[in-house]
Structure formats: structure tokens, C-alpha cells
T-cell receptor
Framework: GAVVSQHPSWVICKSGTSVKIECRSL??????MFWYRQFPKQSLMLMAT?????????EQGVEKDKFLINHASLTLSTLTVTSAHPEDSSFYIC???????????FGQGTRLTVV | AQSVTQPDIHITVSEGASLELRCNYS??????LFWYVQSPGQGLQLLLK??????LVQGIKGFEAEFKRSQSSFNLRKPSVHWSDAAEYFC?????????????FGKGTKLSVKP
């Protein structure tokens, strides 16, 4: 299957700082990328959908000014957690597809800890 | 609203024994159903999916799942578990028009395998 790479795999940051997470499709062009968040012992929850070259669509309850998503190319989407707080600590995982009904390929996830 | 329930948080089976992981969904129309596996530090890998047709679907690694509309279930099975199957398993339903990217996940079932 296709490969989606997330970077970093884990990050620790201080409260109030911003953190950027990258999601790259290594061997295919991703028209759409999805960002999920997973709390311990909880489901993966979709945060936002991003299409290359357009603004991301955020799910209800997700603060778009806090979780900035950029999908500037067909192989890269970034999630920036701005002014991070301890409650933002979570596991963030992205997925990418080549078209509307194509299979989604997932990155390995990023563990964010805000101290 | 759509939802996915995985009733079992953690299951332990002996190597060579059969396995069944339960998944129930809530969705008014014909659902698009998926099973993913996640090993520690890895992304989610698609095991199998059901869109339509034969209600018994075969997947990778010897897994199969059966869609039962009357029970709103999509249980995952494997006749003989291997130690390498130890992982976390997620059931998911596609939210819109069969998109494989916009998914609602269950909370996952952690599978442990005893030697």
C-alpha cells in the first residue's frame, strides 16, 4: 500500500508555544487529507478535512484558530497547534486519499505532550 | 447520528485459538464498514472493508468479517490467531457517500495473544 509519513512521531512542548505536525504522502498525490485526534481509551475523532489548495473544513467543536491546517501541495499537509495547553496533549493522526472513494492511508501518528 | 460501538476493550486469546471481535454500528442507510489494525508506533492498516454485495468479506492476514444488517453488526473473525496479531483493532463506518477518508471509529479493541 501507499505510504503516509508523519513527523514528528512524538513531541513535548511548553504550554503557550506552537507545534507543527507534518503529514506527507510519500508515493502518491493526496487530493484530500484528514486529521484525527485520539484521547486515551477513546475513538479517533475527525478534526478536519483538507483539500489541496483550499481551506480546511473543520468538524463541529474544533477550534480552527487553534488547530491551523495547511494543505499547500498534493503531498503535504500540516497541522499547527497554536498556543498549546496541557489539554491539547493527545495523539494526532493523519490520513490521505487520492480521490473521493479511494482507500485512505494513515500516518503513524504524533504523540503531543504539552507541559 | 452515526456511531460505532466496540463492546470489548481488551481481549486475550491463546495462540492458535479462534478470534471474534465485535462491532456494532448505528446508521440509517447502507453503511460502508471498515476494520483497521494498529500496532504500537504504527499507523492504521486496512484489514478489510464492506461496501455492498457478499456480506462475508475476506481481508488481509487471514481475517474476515461478516455484515449482518439485522443485527447492525460487522464482526471481525480469524480462525487461528498468531502472536503477531497482537495489536489494537478499530472498526469504522464511512460518513459520507462511501468516502474512505471521513470515518467514524469505534474505541478500539486491544488484542493480546498468549503463547
Amino acid at each position: 500500500g501507499a505510504v503516509v509519513s508523519q513527523h514528528p512521531s512524538w513531541v513535548i512542548c511548553k504550554s503557550g508555544t506552537s507545534v507543527k505536525i507534518e503529514c506527507r504522502s510519500l508515493d502518491f498525490q493526496a487530493t484530500t487529507m484528514f486529521w484525527y485526534r485520539q484521547f486515551p481509551k477513546q475513538s479517533l475523532m475527525l478534526m478536519a478535512t483538507s483539500n489541496e489548495g483550499s481551506k480546511a473544513t473543520y468538524e463541529q467543536g474544533v477550534e480552527k484558530d487553534k488547530f491551523l491546517i495547511n494543505h499547500a501541495s498534493l503531498t503535504l499537509s500540516t497541522l499547527t497547534v497554536t498556543s498549546a495547553h496541557p489539554e491539547d496533549s493527545s495523539f494526532y493522526i493523519c490520513s490521505a486519499i487520492t480521490g473521493g472513494r479511494a482507500e485512505a492511508f494513515f500516518g503513524q501518528g504524533t504523540r503531543l505532550t504539552v507541559v | 447520528a452515526q456511531s460505532v460501538t466496540q463492546p470489548d476493550i481488551h481481549i486475550t486469546v491463546s495462540e492458535g485459538a479462534s478470534l471474534e471481535l465485535r462491532c456494532n454500528y448505528s446508521y440509517g442507510a447502507t453503511p460502508y464498514l471498515f476494520w483497521y489494525v494498529q500496532s504500537p508506533g504504527q499507523g492504521l492498516q486496512l484489514l478489510l472493508k464492506y461496501f455492498s454485495g457478499d456480506t462475508l468479506v475476506q481481508g488481509i492476514k487471514g481475517f474476515e468479517a461478516e455484515f449482518k444488517r439485522s443485527q447492525s453488526s460487522f464482526n471481525l473473525r480469524k480462525p487461528s490467531v498468531h502472536w503477531s496479531d497482537a495489536a489494537e483493532y478499530f472498526c469504522a463506518v464511512g460518513r459520507y457517500g462511501g468516502s474512505q477518508g471521513n470515518l467514524i471509529f469505534g474505541k478500539g479493541t486491544k488484542l493480546s495473544v498468549k503463547p
